[in-house]
């Protein structure tokens, strides 16, 4: 794992560790750290596996994951009367996931999430008050299921194959619940941490993650996640939309181009 990287005879760890802060800054903020850190994986390592890809980086954003949920329960004090339970069934539909992210094709996902985050942007961009303030669109058993569901639907899609997970947790907590974007990425962040998990109690005993790339990789992106996370605790909501739709539009873009190449 010490080969370099292109002219500047960089290793390769302090690329993936560069990747790995930037995606642990961006899940903190708005969620889709995955979007950064599994494309620089798949550079670094070409001899890898898919699977190999998918559990590293699992391993390395349960760090960043981790940190920015306990930054922000301590600044910003999330639910947790949905955030718990939401975060329960979405790590087994992230370990169901991942059962299932063994024996598909990767290549079938990319239209998929092209067309979600397009929609997303554009229902966000549309609807400039959306999540300037949290304003519960339902209450009691009606609000818990619809996030436990919430939470089951999207942790199958982050145990599967995973980029842009954060970002539709945010998105389905503001659009869906009625949250203010700081609260979605608090809230995201807690159930984040129960999906990431839920993969490696896959992917690790499978003998899948790649560990001296995971530990470096982790050690960046935890210190992103709690960057990013004072960073939108002391912005607000209004920072936290802002950033959303930029990093949508950035992997729209990206996605898009991929396709089109």
Known sequence: MSSTA?????????WLALAAFVAGWVDAVVGGGGLIQLPALVLAVPGALPAQILATNKAASVAGTATSALTYYRR??????????????????????????????????????LILLVVVGAYTVLRP???????????GARHTTLAVV????????????????GSFLVFALVGLL?????DASATAQIV??????????????????????AAVMAAANLL????????????????????FLTVVAAFVVRLGWGLLG
């Open 76 to 113: 910003v004090r999330p639910d947790l009367a949905t955030a718990l339970p939401t975060a329960a069934v979405a790590f087994l539909g992230a370990a169901g996931g991942a059962v299932i992210g063994l024996h598909i094709p990767k290549s079938a996902f990319t239209p998929i999430v």
């Open 192 to 213: 984040n941490v129960a999906t990431n998990l839920g993969a490696l109690a896959v992917f690790a005993p499978g003998g899948h993650v790649l560990w001296r790339l």
């Open 129 to 139: 008050d959306l999540g300037s303030v949290t304003q519960l669109r339902h209450a």
């Open 224 to 243: 992103g996640g709690y960057a990013g996370a004072r960073t939108a605790v002391a912005l607000g909501s209004r920072f936290v939309r802002a950033v």
């Open 6 to 14: 292109g002219a500047l005879h960089v290793p390769v760890e302090v």
């Open 178 to 182: 009625g949250y203010a974007f700081l």
């Open 150 to 165: 919430t939470g089951l639907v999207i942790g199958t899609y982050d145990g599967a194959l995973g980029p842009g997970t």
